[in-house]
């Protein structure tokens, strides 16, 4: 058996067996999600940090993620660079995650900001679960979830608001979805 036969058949399960481990999954995420928030803060020191979700703010009172400091001695952030015009900045990185700042923000204040990236670490293992379980089922789905659960890296950035854990979101829903185009011609459309 190549590695190409394991990517292109999904494991076979009985239904009732994918079922059981589907609810232990979304109960380990909201376990993952409901233990971590015990070391919720909402507010971080990074200057990376600073940069989205100022950039966030700035983008949702005002259109764009520009600042224009009211002199030159009024200090902006190390993530800041100069824009084309004289006396202004932007974030060094992109819009992405300062524009679902500005939604979540616009939606749920300040809070809901910062609860992001906590939501996209959870659903990020039930991604990792998604993916596992289609290529070896569902038991080592659950186990590749509590590997990327039980990461340092992983808890250390889940309460953190730069980009790691929405990044980690993005890349495991973004190659679940790939799979499930490759293996299932006929649901193309999810990719």
């Given amino acids: 058996m190549t590695v190409s036969d394991v990517v292109s058949t999904p494991a076979k399960e009985a239904v009732w067996v994918r079922r059981v481990y589907a609810i232990?999954?979304?109960?380990?995420?909201?376990?993952?999600?409901y233990y971590t928030h015990q070391y919720w803060f909402t507010a971080h020191h990074g200057n990376d940090q600073n940069g989205y979700l100022v950039?966030?703010?700035?983008?949702l009172e005002t259109?764009?993620?520009?600042?224009?400091?009211?002199?030159?001695?009024?200090?902006?952030?190390r993530m800041w660079v100069t824009g084309h015009e004289p006396g202004t900045y932007y974030p060094k990185y992109p819009i992405g995650l300062p524009a679902i700042y500005a939604i979540a923000r616009a939606l749920g204040?300040?809070?809901?900001?910062?609860?992001?990236?906590?939501?996209?670490?959870?659903?990020?293992?039930?991604?990792?679960f998604?993916?596992?379980?289609?290529?070896?089922g569902s038991f080592y789905g659950v186990l590749a979830m509590l590997i990327l659960?039980?990461?340092?890296?992983?808890?250390?950035?889940?309460?953190?608001a730069?980009?790691?854990?929405?990044?980690?979101?993005?890349?495991?829903?973004?190659?679940?979805?790939?799979?499930?185009?490759?293996?299932?011609?006929?649901?193309?459309?999810?990719?």
């Fill in 24 to 33: 232990i999954a979304l109960l380990m995420a909201g376990g993952f999600f």
């Fill in 55 to 59: 950039g966030g703010r700035y983008l």
């Fill in 63 to 77: 259109g764009t993620m520009q600042a224009r400091p009211a002199d030159a001695f009024e200090t902006v952030g």
């Fill in 109 to 128: 204040g300040n809070t809901l900001v910062f609860l992001v990236n906590p939501i996209a670490m959870a659903l990020a293992l039930l991604g990792v």
């Fill in 130 to 136: 998604a993916m596992a379980r289609r290529l070896v």
């Fill in 149 to 160: 659960a039980a990461n340092p890296v992983t808890l250390g950035l889940v309460n953190n």
């Fill in 162 to 191: 730069n980009s790691h854990a929405t990044a980690i979101f993005c890349v495991v829903w973004g190659l679940h979805l790939a799979l499930v185009w490759w293996q299932d011609s006929h649901a193309g459309w999810r990719a």
